[in-house]
């Protein structure tokens, strides 16, 4: 019990330093794990892409729509079980800030997905209503919506005021699974469209296809896309990963410098950490004199600041652990559906943890070794 003790005592010897020391790493290590966390929920979506998935978009760009006709050539693509398609909507609800991701599915979308988890009854309902629509469970929590509420959205892209009857609330399968999307009837919208805008008709976005074998996505992608070489509109067909990754790569400077801030944050606090630890070394050299004096090593000299340097770090770090969590949750709730995977993850606390260690550890070495070093001799002449 000596070496705790001691240690612990020598920690909380001056309880104002070490507090606001504690302090700075409490605020490092939460912001750490909070800038983690926003990079996590930005790969949430390519986390969690099925391999069994291909999506097929224009070659040119995602702007570019496809004829609906090419559902009917995808199918006859061996190796291809089934095919759906989805159309950006991009409607408004109430103002812009409250944005979420819409779009018009083809009455087999949801049988790709069945990560979104929708009860028989309320998918029959969905099916049987040309303006009836789905919404996710976190979508639906937030803005108070109730099965059989009408939802006014209005059109950005196709103009006017759309009303859709919530017919459903799909949940997640698993606690990663977003659930902030809002999905209508394809065939709503494309009748509505031929109507005003006839030219626009039997258009879609992107075309999903479910594969009989994962291993065959490549064989597949290349398959369909020469169906549809030097064609008025040629595709692109990629792996649901890879499709998602496009979009993370649009922004992948913003995610570089965040990742870049995390780091910098834990080398300042070390640097204070550090500091903190050197003068408190520098006090007590007639101390460590007095243990060498008394037949004690350099080593147990050195473990006792080692020992100090970690204990407060780790203090530090448990603590900023526990408080990133309501920060995610605030933060969770500023940026509503615009990050739906926002989550703390185990890895993220991990790597909280390892910090915490690395900043006790490095932060000790240059005091642990100068104090291992110091003579008893000059040591005690300290004292005196």
């Keep these: 019990m000596f070496v705790p003790l001691l240690v612990l005592r020598n920690a909380f010897r001056h309880k104002l330093r070490t507090t606001l020391t504690i302090v700075g790493i409490i605020v490092a290590i939460t912001a750490f794990g909070l800038l983690r966390t926003i990079v996590d929920a930005w790969y949430a979506g390519a986390n969690a892409s099925s391999s069994a998935r291909l999506v ?22 061996p190796g291809v079980a089934s095919v759906a398609w989805a159309n950006w909507f991009g409607g408004v609800y109430i103002n812009e800030r409250n944005f979420f991701a819409q779009f018009a599915i083809s009455p087999s979308y949801l049988d790709l997905y069945p990560e979104f988890v929708l009860i028989d009854e309320q998918r029959k309902a969905f099916q049987a209503d040309r303006v009836g629509a789905v919404a996710g469970r976190k979508l639906a929590e937030k803005f108070g919506w109730k099965v059989g509420d009408q939802i006014p959205l209005r059109g950005t892209i196709y103009p006017g005021t759309w009303t859709f009857n919530l017919r459903g609330i799909y949940d997640g399968a698993e606690e990663g699974t977003d659930t902030s999307t809002f999905f209508l009837h394809f065939d709503y919208l494309n009748e509505a469209i031929k109507r005003q805008y006839p030219r626009r008709g039997d258009q879609t976005g992107v075309f999903i296809e479910q594969l009989r074998d994962p291993e065959d996505a490549a064989m597949v992608s290349q398959a369909i896309d020469v169906n549809f070489k030097n064609s008025l509109a040629e595709t692109l067909t990629e792996t649901e990963k890879a499709f998602q990754l496009g979009f993370v790569a649009m922004s992948e400077a913003i995610l570089l410098a965040i990742q870049a801030v995390s780091y910098v944050v834990i080398v300042i606090i070390m640097a204070v950490m550090a500091n903190t630890i050197a003068m408190t070394a520098r006090e007590r050299y007639g101390e460590y004199a007095t243990f060498k004096a008394l037949g004690f090593s350099n080593g147990f000299v050195a473990m006792l600041i080692f020992a100090e340097s970690l204990g407060i770090s780790l203090i530090g770090g448990l603590l900023g652990i526990a408080f990133t969590f309501p920060m995610a949750e605030i933060f969770a709730r500023t940026v509503g559906s615009i990050l739906p995977g926002f989550k703390v993850s185990d890895e993220t ?3 909280q943890l390892a910090s915490a260690c690395v900043i006790g550890v490095v932060a000790a070495v240059v005091p642990a070794w100068n104090a291992a070093r110091v003579r008893i001799v000059d040591g005690l002449r300290a004292i005196g």
Excluded at 60 to 75: C, E
Aim: proline share 4%; aromatic share 8%; net charge positive.
């Design 56 to 77: 097929t978009r224009s070659s040119v760009s995602l702007v570019f729509s496809l004829p609906l006709n090419y559902a009917h050539k995808i199918r006859q693509v």
């Design 349 to 351: 606390m991990v790597a």
